[in-house]
């Protein structure tokens, strides 16, 4: 079965950096897009990030991240990474993996919470 496994958050300070893995199984994944979606504490889910299937056609941002975020991927280990920098306060939430096959996939998520 499809499954989405994310590691790597975590707390940090203001300008402080963290790199999320999600190791992928059950599918091809070198055949599709990928995602980053987050949820704020007492907000909704916001799209973070895309990677096209073989990562080079093309990584999409939120306005928000830009600059501050790569997303990236290694197909011959079916992870999906996201490195963070300059991390702010309002960076803080519950970092998911994403894939749409016949269904909309979902990793259970990793805290990452920048505070001082």
């Known amino acids: 079965q499809v499954q989405l496994v994310e590691s790597g958050g975590g707390s940090v300070q203001p300008g402080g950096s963290l790199r999320l893995s999600c190791v992928a199984s059950?599918?091809?994944?070198?055949?599709?897009?990928m995602f980053w979606v987050r949820q704020g504490p007492g907000k909704g889910l916001e799209w973070v990030s895309a990677?096209?299937?073989?990562?080079?056609?093309?990584?999409f941002y939120v306005d928000s991240v830009k600059g501050r975020f790569t997303i990236s991927r290694d197909n011959a280990k079916n992870t999906l990474y996201l490195q963070m920098n300059s991390l702010k306060p309002e960076d803080t939430a519950v970092y998911y993996c994403?894939?749409?096959?016949?269904?909309?996939?979902w990793g259970r998520g990793t805290q990452v919470t920048v505070s001082s």
């Open positions: 059950g599918f091809i994944f070198s055949d599709y897009w």
């Open positions: 994403n894939v749409e096959l016949d269904w909309q996939y």
């Open positions: 990677i096209t299937p073989a990562g080079t056609e093309g990584t």
